[in-house]
């Protein structure tokens, strides 16, 4: 659709918006409004998505330290990022060569998980390397973090850490000598996907939904190298740029009740006490498949949040481990507080400085889109007029409301594309 005379320029997502509402005036009339969007989303390649900002579409080399994947990630503030084998030929497919997604969390499940190891050792020095690691290490696994990748022989243990534990553990040479590349098959939660850029917005849309993938690397016409990624908060900033296109209008001005939302009302509501050692906050998400919680204060109702802690906010136990040392024990609200002075010493920007960002049910999506782009958070939680927490919404929850799933719709497209390495515990 060419511009008007005096017409504002539109940016790249708007021009995506401007496609969907070319394709709806030409689907069938008998169509569902949902049926529709299906319907134009399946007809738009997803060469079209704006690219990413370079900075944001980063690879990390399979012999990089775990030390230098952490900095990496906390530098271009980003959850995870691929990982590219050295070892792979400069013609290799996407498939032979990528070996895995590397995450903070999943560092730090990896760090545990080595910890099994040191039981039942006399020298767990010359396990791991350092004299005063052991220690440490040792208090990692009494301290019963859990993910489907690690399982701790003690489940039912306090998950406190002393407030020197991550400064001693990311001075290690364990810390600074294991590759990236060596614990490939261990650390990824998300399974590693890319798409064709002539697959279309629909399979994306799905894929970052209902089948729960953050981000989706998408790989160029020769099919071996990533030429963008794709993400929740980039489709959200999407829908966002759509504003007042027809559409968009017509289901982002529903109220959040109508559309069902907030899926996790406050009875299902998984959150941690202000008191809780901070590494309960990451065993959870890891157990429940969750990307934050909400901390709560020690009131009796247990309804009352005084922050947020993500799954992202686990950098801050490794590049700043420091900022801990003078608490005997290292809580969720000391964690807040010391992240928070940490960010503003520092003049950092994070999430986390947003502090509780909060909507009604009464609110319409398109508000709560609008908010959450605005802060570049990955989650907001409903409240009822007392300040009581009533659920939380998910960019994955907004994004399954756009679309559904046809019966039959992948077919095989998941067979041999999810290769793991022969060293995976998956």
């Known amino acids: 659709m060419a511009l008007e005379d005096g017409e504002t320029p539109r940016s790249p997502e708007a021009e995506i918006g401007m496609q969907v509402e070319d394709l709806w005036d030409v689907q069938e009339p008998q169509l569902s409004p949902t049926e529709k969007l299906n319907a134009c989303f399946e007809s738009i390649p997803v060469s079209d998505f704006p690219a990413a900002a370079s900075s944001q579409v980063v690879e990390i080399r399979s012999d990089s330290s775990l030390g230098e994947a952490v900095k990496l990630l906390a530098q271009h503030k980003i959850l995870s990022a691929p990982v590219v084998d050295v070892k792979a030929a400069e013609d290799a497919s996407w498939i032979d060569r990528y070996i895995g997604v590397v995450e903070f969390a999943g560092i730090v499940v990896w760090i545990l998980h080595q910890s099994e190891k040191m039981e039942g050792s006399s020298d767990s020095g010359d396990i791991w390397g350092d004299d005063d690691i052991a220690p440490a290490i040792a208090a990692a696994a009494a301290s019963g973090m859990s993910s489907p990748r690690f399982k701790s022989k003690h489940p039912e243990s306090p998950t406190t850490t002393s407030g020197n534990f991550f400064e001693t553990l990311t001075s290690s040479t364990l810390y600074k000598n294991t590759k990236v590349g060596d614990i490939s098959g261990s650390f990824r939660w998300a399974p590693f996907l890319a798409l064709q850029g002539s697959n279309s917005f629909l399979t994306m849309l799905l894929l970052l939904s209902k089948y729960r993938m953050k981000s989706i690397p998408v790989v160029g016409s020769d099919g071996s190298k990533i030429d963008n990624i794709v993400t929740q908060s980039a489709v959200i900033h999407m829908l966002q740029e759509c504003a007042g296109l027809p559409w968009f209008e017509s289901w982002g001005s529903k109220k959040l009740s109508e559309l069902g939302l907030p899926l996790m009302n406050s009875t299902r509501l998984i959150k941690v006490y202000e008191d809780e050692p901070v590494l309960q906050a990451f065993k959870v998400m890891r157990q429940k498949g969750v990307g934050g919680v909400p901390v709560v204060a020690r009131d009796g109702s247990g309804n009352k949040a005084i922050g947020n802690i993500s799954i ?63 802060m570049k958070i990955h989650r907001i939680y409903v409240m009822d007029e007392y300040e009581n927490l009533e659920g939380v919404i998910t960019l994955r929850d907004i994004i399954a409301r756009l679309v559904h799933e046809p019966r039959g719709y992948f077919g095989d497209f998941f067979d041999g594309v999810l290769p793991l390495p022969a060293n995976s515990r998956v």
């Open 312 to 374: 992202r906010d686990i950098q801050f136990l490794l590049i700043a481990p420091e900022i801990y040392k003078d608490y005997r024990s290292i809580t969720a609200t000391n964690f807040l507080t010391s992240v928070r002075n940490y960010l503003e010493d520092n003049e950092k920007d994070s999430p986390l400085m947003s502090g509780m960002v909060s909507c009604r049910s009464s609110d319409t999506l398109k508000q709560v889109i609008s908010k959450l782009d605005l």
